[in-house]
């Protein structure tokens, strides 16, 4: 894990900021991606990383991003789609734009910074790429029809490419989190209070479970986390 150079998208939010938090602790080289920088700052809090602030829906946004990357730390051997938008809207009133703004960030974003970072994660020991999907990737939920979408349309191309490319040294994974307890779901799920939710933390814990077992003979693809209180396996 020393050392290892890590792109990390929504690092400022809830979920990102313990990845991020979690991955310093294990001595990675990081840049951290987000729209507000202030964010990003504060979750860096001083020690050293790469603060790229922008927006990923920008296409020159991720070709800067992974260009800087890689003049900086000479590669890169993780990249982690985490950043996301949710909805919580009745289909018939969801707008062309709202539709355009939510697949753009949740699914094209992370498909262009998969194929722009590709050639460098090649080039890795140990190039792996982490994409945080929804229990949204499996189920639909009323009110939530394009952040459904979006979340099919992540775990969709993560088994395309985890398939074009495993022989080819890169490991795609996806964690598929149920309700988590960030601003993100006070917005999407508003009748959750917290309580039984899961964590950021727990997150961050399965990230660093798939980096340290990307050396090992066994993979795990995808790793679903729901709330101990649901029904398992549905
Ligand atoms: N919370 C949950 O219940 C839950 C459950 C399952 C999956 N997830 C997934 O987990 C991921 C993280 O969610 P979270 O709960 O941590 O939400 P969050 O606290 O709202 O964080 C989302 C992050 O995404 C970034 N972001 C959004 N649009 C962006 C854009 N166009 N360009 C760059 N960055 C952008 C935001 O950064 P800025 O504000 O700086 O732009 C923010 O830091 C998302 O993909 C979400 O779908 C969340």
Redesign the pocket.
């Known amino acids: 894990m020393n050392n290892k150079i890590c792109m990390i998208?929504?690092?400022?939010?809830?979920?990102?900021?313990a990845i991020t938090e979690a991955l310093f602790s294990c001595g990675c080289r990081l840049v951290l991606?987000?729209?507000?920088e202030e964010?990003?700052k504060k979750v860096a809090a001083g020690r050293e990383c790469l603060i790229l602030?922008?927006?990923?829906?920008n296409d020159d946004y991720i070709k800067k991003a992974v260009e800087k990357t890689v003049q900086t730390y000479g590669g890169i051997d993780v990249l982690i789609?985490?950043?996301?938008?949710?909805q919580s809207k009745p289909f018939e009133e969801i707008s062309m734009e709202e539709y355009d703004m939510i697949m753009?960030?949740?699914a094209r974003?992370p498909f262009f910074l998969c194929k722009t970072a590709l050639p460098y994660l090649q080039k890795s020991s140990c190039g792996t790429i982490i994409n945080?999907?929804?229990?949204?990737a499996h189920h639909g939920y009323a009110l939530q029809s394009v952040?459904a979408a979006s979340?099919h349309a992540l775990l969709g191309f993560s088994k395309a490419l985890s398939k074009e490319y495993y022989q080819k040294g890169v490991r795609v994974h996806v964690i598929?989190?149920?309700?988590?307890?960030?601003?993100?779901?006070k917005v999407?799920?508003p009748d959750l209070t917290g309580e039984g939710?899961?964590l950021?933390e727990d997150?961050a814990e399965t990230v660093l479970y798939l980096m340290k077992m990307r050396h090992s003979a066994s993979v795990a693809d995808e790793i679903e986390l729901h709330r101990g209180t649901k029904e398992p396996f549905m």
């Open positions: 998208t929504g690092a400022g939010g809830g979920i990102g900021s991606m987000g729209r507000n964010k990003l602030p922008g927006d990923i829906c789609n985490n950043a996301g938008v949710a753009n960030t949740n974003a945080i999907a929804s229990v949204t952040y979340k598929s989190p149920g309700a988590v307890f960030t601003d993100m779901v999407s799920r939710m899961l950021p997150i």
